[in-house]
């Protein structure tokens, strides 16, 4: 297993609660687990999209009770904010659309909006309620996965340079051989891969200092799937987290083609200004840190899991973008399915990565 992240480390634990032994190799730099803001959020603008998420959620549930409090697992839910009226039709949209997969949520009135987060600045014309969102800080369940699974999963601090069949080459010289090897590295798989299969999305994000708990929802406008699936610019959403240490953290944007780590000082600006249009007492409070991620995008927006076709022996495991977390055991169960030649409980054909190179093979 290549990377240690979320998405690697579900996999790995996944597969070791299966039997396996796993050798998870990581390079020990913070990738995208490390920058998000660890949102377990049911999202639903597409089908496959919230066929995994879905499917992913209710695997979540089978864990939480068992997170240490060091994992910050809050069931806070997700309230999404509808600005406008006519915004109210894309909440109703999306609840018929979760209910199908068995997702509870409520449509509230601009009244009740107001009574549950009376920080919310008034003149929303309403929302939905998703009480079965939740919110984790994602490195210290990524480590807590690699602990649960015991001595089924060895840890090696390294950085895979090289594939070869059926083997990794490590920066230190050493050679790993094994059966299967799976990619969960995010963005550096492409320095692994003979062609490129991710773009690179930088977020920015912001948190406040402590102040007493005023807000109680992961707080998120219902124009925010048009933001985080953007396939190309530069664009803002609302998106508000209370921390369970008294903190805001606030979000987000999304940028293409800038694949560094610089705040960009007017889009940040933007940002909490959109927050502040939503959340007027944000301008009251102090800022502590500001920091920026990169999320693995691939070319259709749905993470790539599956055998590689040219390497049957080679597994991705890429491409979550924003949601890694939140799909983070659904895809580790998917790819272990796979791995083993069982049935997958739902559908895997949108995600298999085979679709990809075929795109990439006929340019």
């Given at each position: 297993?290549?990377?240690?992240?979320?998405?690697?480390?579900?996999?790995?634990?996944?597969?070791?609660q299966?039997?396996?032994?796993?050798?998870?190799?990581?390079?020990?730099?913070?990738?995208?687990?490390a920058?998000?803001?660890g949102?377990?959020?049911?999202?639903?603008d597409?089908?496959?999209?919230?066929?995994?998420?879905?499917?992913?959620?209710q695997?979540?549930?089978?864990?939480l009770?068992?997170?240490?409090?060091?994992?910050?697992?809050?069931?806070?839910?997700?309230?999404?904010?509808?600005?406008?009226?006519d915004?109210?039709?894309?909440?109703?949209?999306?609840?018929?659309?979760?209910?199908?997969?068995?997702?509870l949520?409520?449509t509230?009135?601009?009244?009740?909006?107001?009574?549950?987060?009376?920080m919310?600045?008034?003149?929303?014309?309403?929302?939905?309620?998703?009480?079965?969102?939740?919110?984790v800080?994602?490195?210290?369940?990524?480590?807590?996965?690699?602990?649960?699974?015991?001595?089924?999963?060895?840890?090696?601090?390294?950085?895979?340079?090289?594939?070869?069949?059926?083997?990794?080459?490590?920066?230190s010289g050493?050679?790993?051989?094994?059966?299967?090897?799976?990619?969960?590295?995010?963005?550096?798989a492409?320095r692994?891969?003979?062609?490129?299969l991710?773009?690179?999305?930088?977020?920015?994000?912001?948190?406040?200092?402590?102040?007493?708990?005023?807000?109680?929802?992961?707080?998120?406008?219902?124009?925010?799937?048009?933001?985080?699936?953007?396939?190309?610019?530069?664009?803002?959403?609302?998106?508000?987290?209370?921390?369970?240490?008294?903190?805001?953290l606030?979000?987000?944007?999304?940028?293409?083609?800038?694949?560094?780590?610089?705040?960009?000082?007017p889009?940040?600006?933007?940002?909490?200004?959109?927050?502040?249009?939503?959340l007027?007492a944000?301008?009251?409070?102090?800022?502590?840190?500001?920091?920026?991620?990169?999320?693995?995008?691939?070319a259709?927006?749905?993470?790539?899991?599956?055998?590689?076709?040219?390497?049957?022996?080679?597994?991705?495991?890429?491409?979550?973008?924003?949601?890694?977390?939140?799909?983070?055991?659904?895809?580790?169960?998917?790819?272990?399915?796979?791995?083993?030649?069982?049935?997958?409980?739902?559908?895997?054909?949108?995600?298999?990565?085979?679709r990809?190179?075929?795109?990439?093979?006929?340019?």
């Amino acid at each position: 297993m290549v990377g240690a992240g979320i998405i690697g480390a579900a996999c790995a634990w996944r597969l070791a609660q299966e039997g396996h032994q796993v050798l998870l190799v990581d390079n020990q730099r913070p990738g995208a687990t490390a920058a998000g803001m660890g949102h377990l959020v049911c999202m639903d603008d597409n089908p496959a999209e919230l066929a995994l998420s879905a499917y992913s959620l209710q695997l979540w549930r089978g864990v939480l009770e068992r997170l240490p409090e060091s994992c910050a697992w809050r069931g806070c839910g997700t309230l999404w904010l509808a600005e406008r009226e006519d915004e109210m039709a894309i909440a109703e949209r999306k609840q018929r659309r979760m209910a199908e997969y068995g997702v509870l949520s409520e449509t509230l009135s601009a009244a009740q909006i107001a009574r549950l987060e009376p920080m919310l600045r008034p003149g929303l014309a309403g929302g939905l309620q998703v009480p079965g969102d939740g919110i984790v800080y994602a490195p210290n369940v990524a480590r807590w996965l690699q602990v649960d699974a015991g001595s089924a999963i060895r840890v090696i601090a390294d950085e895979v340079v090289m594939l070869e069949e059926q083997a990794v080459v490590l920066a230190s010289g050493k050679r790993l051989t094994a059966p299967v090897v799976v990619l969960a590295c995010g963005l550096q798989a492409d320095r692994l891969l003979a062609q490129p299969l991710l773009k690179a999305k930088k977020g920015h994000l912001a948190i406040t200092d402590r102040y007493p708990q005023r807000v109680r929802h992961q707080l998120v406008e219902l124009g925010y799937g048009a933001s985080a699936h953007a396939s190309g610019g530069t664009s803002v959403a609302f998106n508000v987290q209370a921390r369970p240490t008294g903190q805001l953290l606030i979000g987000s944007s999304r940028q293409f083609d800038s694949p560094d780590a610089d705040i960009d000082l007017p889009l940040l600006a933007a940002m909490l200004m959109r927050a502040e249009a939503f959340l007027p007492a944000l301008a009251q409070l102090n800022i502590i840190r500001c920091w920026t991620g990169l999320r693995a995008a691939s070319a259709d927006g749905l993470p790539l899991l599956g055998p590689h076709p040219q390497h049957r022996w080679l597994w991705l495991a890429l491409g979550h973008e924003g949601l890694g977390v939140t799909t983070a055991l659904g895809s580790a169960a998917l790819i272990a399915a796979q791995i083993q030649h069982h049935r997958p409980a739902i559908d895997d054909t949108p995600y298999l990565a085979a679709r990809v190179f075929s795109e990439v093979l006929s340019v």
